[in-house]
């Protein structure tokens, strides 16, 4: 009967009709295996040490979602400039989408207590108990970490994706796909109590945010094909240049900055001086990715490439995130120049198995996340805790630490490629069946700002149609 109502209301999409009524009906669900009670008042005063960390935690908090207009930059810039508005739109909703989908379902999942160390069952709504000053910071900070991981898919399916099947995406990331995962590493599920006390550790997100955007990403980039022009006739790929390398720039320099947020903020304690170490070694390892992927870059091809100097820094940080405040700074280094590597080596082997990806985001989130996750196992120094085990120190194989680190983290790199891509392939697969996540041939050649959005990002240029 709702649904019935609703279709008949002529501006009101379809589309967006059942994407409302399946997300109503899953927090109803799940609200219902608890009991709904009201909370009482939220606030009161803390001690002077509380409000330290309440004003650290926020302020790395808003350091992060300052890196959304950095993925929307880079992206801007690494595509052409007949899609500018539509990637500025996409960056826009998934954060807009995004924050609504967790606040009334993703957060509750992720943290909400748990179940049989699948998935959580309290906190719908932030309501009840979760109407509380810790529960609200602590939603905060991992809702913009879910905006992260939303948007590193708009790059992977840049030029060719409908509006509407990304707005589609943008709410089951947030309520399922990202929540999902982030509940077995962080919020007290199965892999952070793996046999034998191990567990897979990641302390800011290589895995959670990074390798869970990048291998959705993956998923929608095959399902969704190549762009026209890619690929030749006798199928070898080719360059289609982004319209503004400074764009691209801007937003590795904004990204680069918002990452000190994203991971000294992960200490979620202001008094936690290690916050040093890991600034610094989220800083090493962005230098020494650039490094080596523009080294690569000219040994290949005699030429000092910028777009995979700006892809590498970015590596380099994706693949710090997971160990920076369990490594010494040389094993940064040796972190980031790795990450340039596979960065780079990941952009060939996609692009040769017909797989485009217009700015490189599988590669450098979804590749360099793995790298990261299994970088603990090798290089954590055994000096400083973290939030799972007990005894709470994280020992790689480099220090005398055996196997065991290393093991239970490829066994977190198996289960995020398989959580993410398998979910992320059955959700655009499903929403192609229903109603075709790919633009019309002449759309695309057109650009998607006017078909679209019917507002050109450069209203007084003109833009190449190829």
């Known amino acids: 009967m709702l649904y019935g109502l609703l279709n008949k209301i002529p501006t009101i999409p379809k589309w967006l009709v059942r994407a409302g009524i399946i997300s109503l009906i899953t927090m109803v669900i799940f609200m219902g295996t608890r009991g709904v009670t009201l909370a009482a008042d939220p606030t009161g005063a803390g001690s002077t040490e509380q409000a330290a960390n309440y004003v650290w935690i926020l302020v790395c908090a808003f350091l992060v979602l300052f890196m959304q207009p950095g993925f929307a930059m880079l992206e801007a810039g ?5 899609n500018v508005t539509n990637l500025m739109t996409k960056n826009l909703m998934d954060l807009a989408v995004g924050s609504i989908a967790f606040f009334c379902v993703g957060y509750a999942i992720m943290m909400g207590g748990d179940w049989h160390g699948l998935w959580g069952t309290q906190g719908f709504l932030m309501l009840g108990d979760y109407y509380d000053v810790d529960a609200y910071l602590n939603m905060f900070w991992m809702l913009v970490f879910c905006a992260t991981a939303a948007t590193i898919v708009s790059g992977a399916v840049a030029e060719r994706m409908k509006f509407k099947a990304y707005i589609v995406y943008s709410i089951v990331v947030s309520i399922i796909i990202y929540p999902i995962y982030g509940h077995w590493v962080w919020g007290g599920g199965w892999l952070s109590q793996l046999p034998f006390g191990m567990a897979a550790l990641d302390f800011a ?13 993956l998923a929608g980039a095959m399902v969704l094909g190549p762009r026209f022009g890619k690929y030749g006739k006798n199928g070898k790929p080719r360059a289609i240049p982004g319209h503004s390398i400074a764009l691209a720039a801007l937003g590795v320099f904004i990204l680069w900055f918002g990452w000190f947020g994203f991971n000294p903020g992960s200490t979620y304690d202001a008094y936690q001086l290690r916050i040093s170490v890991i600034a610094v070694n989220t800083n090493m390892a962005a230098a020494a990715a650039a490094l080596s992927a523009l080294a690569i870059a000219h040994w290949k091809t005699k030429k000092w490439d910028t777009g995979m100097a700006l892809n590498g820094a970015v590596a380099g940080l994706v693949a710090i995130t997971a160990s920076c405040a369990w490594v010494e700074g040389w094993a940064a280094i040796v972190i980031g120049l790795i990450a340039g590597a596979v ?6 082997f996609l692009e040769s198995k017909g797989i485009d990806d217009p700015v490189g985001a599988i590669s450098v989130h979804g590749t360099c996340g793995l790298w990261g996750l299994l970088s603990v196992g090798f290089f954590a120094d055994g000096t400083y805790g973290n939030y799972a085990v007990t005894p709470p120190i994280a020992t790689g194989l480099f220090y005398g630490g055996g196997g065991e680190q290393l093991l239970a983290q490829f066994i977190s790199v198996v289960v995020v490629v398989a959580w993410s891509f398998g979910i992320g392939y059955l959700m655009f697969k499903l929403m192609d069946k229903a109603f075709g996540i790919r633009v019309s041939p002449e759309e695309e050649l057109q650009g998607l700002d006017i078909p679209e959005h019917g507002l ?5 240029f003109i833009t190449k149609q190829a």
């Open 456 to 460: 050109p990002a450069y209203p007084d």
């Open 205 to 217: 997100g290589s895995g959670v945010v990074h390798a869970v955007g990048g291998f959705v990403g």
């Open 343 to 348: 960065m780079y080596s990941s952009v060939k």
């Open 78 to 82: 690494f595509c052409r400039a007949k």
